[in-house]
């Protein structure tokens, strides 16, 4: 669906993404993960076909989108980070007039609609105008609308960022569902629990270019520990975190590592609970102690030193 | 690009944005035309004893400054219409950035716009004549008709320059410069109120590089039946090649805003 190589996009003497390799298969559901500046806004927009490739090459559906933009542009889906939804227009105008843009027939594209609205839960929105809505519903019209055309490729920009929890759910799961009846999704996002839940494989970006590339679970296994047992020392020890991520250093095993963060120390090991023990033991006494399974965060932190939400 | 117009794809957006507002604009352009010609062509128009040899072939002041005020009326249509809306669709709404994740181009997108302003100029012009016609005005029917018709090329001589410039500038503020440096002196100084002999040889030679004056002198020939071969080929001409400049730099400068 997607074949990249070598991927540059500069804007000026800025350089937002710096050669990349990337294969989208057919079906499946993609992640660019990467903090904001990553270059994957840049990428996305390369992908739609909306902005030129500065070097190496690029192919969508097999098309090249330097010559045939307008026919790729046909047969994508795309829900740009913001909602660039027509305040003018209410609900199912917003759907409607979009449709006509792709040449969709009136009548089909009225059934088209109604199908849509019923999909993303706004089928008694229909009348409302587009300001009165909440952020939520915002972003699924958004989705509905970069689903009039059937898209073989739907492409969203950060879909859930800015969204409370709940409204984040109800999208994970029209997103799911998409997935389930086949369509490819290739998303961006910066939240590790997204891509986790909804990426059947994904790459890490980091300033322009792939650091890491596989499944979640690979990420996982390939450059993080099973668990992390995280350590919160009071503030009056925050000062000390280097010495006892020395004292505690053999703790973790071989495998592991500890990772030292302001607020927190990380330790990367097979058995988090053995650990928090073992450091118990020396005498340190941690205000708080977490155990958890490692996440995409973790891979993060690993491959570039920093985290991704900061 | 190689492929044919898909303008016609946002005949439905621009009938739906003028569905929610033709409302508010009906009543003005009936009245605006009628507060005009009775104001400037028949009040003011009592005072002016102006020799009928100056007045291109006018019998009196009103049917003088008529086709030019149809004239203006047609360019500041076209000035409210495809200056905020244009930089709004790129900044504020980012209209245009919907319309180009689809098939359609930004060649499609400026076409589609100045087609909608034509329509609505076109529209306003018929009211405007219609408004005009029982003071006598028109020479002939067919006058008026021309006179409307004619009305389309001097909107076309400002759209696409205009969405342009509205397209080119990087902030809002430069609209009150457009607005007080640009439209109004053409507004009046193109010989819609006056001719432009009476701003003296040098003044009034500037004032035939006015769209408008070109517009004004056009209309005014359809409106009197005082048509003269050479002249009206030059009008039709000057305005044609300016709409055909306007659009490629139109064309141009989104581009430079949305494909980046």
Known sequence: MISARGLHKSFG???AVR?????????????????????????????AAVSPVSAGELRILGLDPATHGPDIRARIGVCPQDDTLDLELNVLDNLYIYGRYFGIGRKELRERCDQLLDFVQLGEKRHAKVDDLSGGMKRRLTIARSLVNRPELLLLDEPTTGLDPQARHVLWDRLFRLKQQGVTIVLTTHYMDEAEQLCDRLVVMDAGRIVAEGSPAQLIRDHSTREVAELRFGPEQHDDHEQIAVRVADVVGDAGRVEVLPDRLLLYTADGEAAVQAVMERGLHPVATLVRRSSLEDVFLRLTGRSLVD | MSHSTLAPRLADYWLTI????????????????????????????????????????????????????????????????????????????????????????????VQAQVGYVLARVLLGALVFCLVLAPFGIFASVGGGVVAVAV??????AFATPVFAFSAWISHESAFALLFRLGMLPLFLFSGAFFPVDNLGPALSRLATVSPLWHGVELTRMASLGTWQAGPALLHVAYLAVLGVVGYLLAVRALTRRLVS
């Open chain 1, 13 to 15: 003497d800025f350089e």
């Open chain 1, 19 to 47: 050669g990349i390799d990337v294969e989208v298969r057919r079906g499946e559901a993609f992640g660019f993960l990467g903090p904001n500046g990553a270059g994957k806004s840049s990428t996305m927009r390369m992908v």
């Open chain 2, 18 to 109: 003028y569905r929610r507002t033709w409302k508010g604009t009906v009543v003005s352009s009936f009245v605006t035309p009628l507060l005009y010609v009775v104001s400037l062509g028949v009040l003011l128009g009592g005072f002016v004893e102006a020799d009928p040899a100056r007045l291109d072939g006018a019998t009196s002041y009103v049917d003088f400054v008529a086709p030019g005020m149809l004239a203006a009326a047609s360019m500041q249509l076209v000035f409210s219409q495809l200056t905020y809306n244009v930089f709004g669709g790129i900044r504020w709404h980012k209209t245009y950035y919907a319309m180009t994740a689809t098939p359609l181009g930004v060649a499609d997108v």
């Open chain 2, 151 to 156: 009305q389309a090329l001097v909107a076309l």
